[in-house]
Nanobody, 119 residues
Framework: QVHVVETGGGLVQIGGSLDLTCTASGNLDELLAMAWYRQRPRQIRELIARITSGGLGYYEGPAGSRSSVSANDARNTVYLHMHTLKPEDTAVYYC?????????????WGHGTQVTVST
C-alpha cells in the first residue's frame, strides 16, 4: 500500500504560478510512474504531466504545456510547477503513484489539493 499526499494548493493570482508537492510513503519497489492530474468543476479528471520511474517526463494538453514535472532521486516526492495561471486552471489537483501489480498496474491517488485562480 502506497500512501500519497499532495500539498501546495491555495489561492493564486491570474498570471502567477503554482508549485505542488506530492509525497509518497510505503513500498515503492514496483513503481512505474508518478503523475499529476486535475479535475475542474463538472469535468472529468485530466492528465497534466507524468514522469516515469526512470525520470522521463510527458505532458498533455494546454495545462501540460505550461508545466514542469520532476521527482527526487528516491522517487518518494514528485513536484509540479505550472506558470501563467488562468481562471480555467481552478481545479482540484491530484497526484498518482502508478505501481506494477502482477501483470497489471494499480493507481494510488492522494486526496487532492484545491487550487483557485483569482481575478
Amino acid at each position: 500500500q502506497v500512501h500519497v499526499v499532495e500539498t501546495g494548493g491555495g489561492l493564486v493570482q491570474i498570471g502567477g504560478s503554482l508549485d505542488l508537492t506530492c509525497t509518497a510513503s510505503g513500498n515503492l519497489d514496483e513503481l512505474l510512474a508518478m503523475a499529476w492530474y486535475r479535475q475542474r468543476p463538472r469535468q472529468i479528471r485530466e492528465l497534466i504531466a507524468r514522469i516515469t520511474s526512470g525520470g522521463l517526463g510527458y505532458y498533455e494538453g494546454p495545462a501540460g504545456s505550461r508545466s514542469s514535472v520532476s521527482a527526487n532521486d528516491a522517487r518518494n516526492t514528485v513536484y509540479l510547477h505550472m506558470h501563467t495561471l488562468k481562471p480555467e486552471d481552478t481545479a482540484v489537483y491530484y497526484c498518482d503513484y502508478n505501481m506494477r501489480a502482477g501483470e497489471g498496474m494499480v493507481h494510488n491517488w492522494g486526496h487532492g489539493t484545491q487550487v483557485t485562480v483569482s481575478t
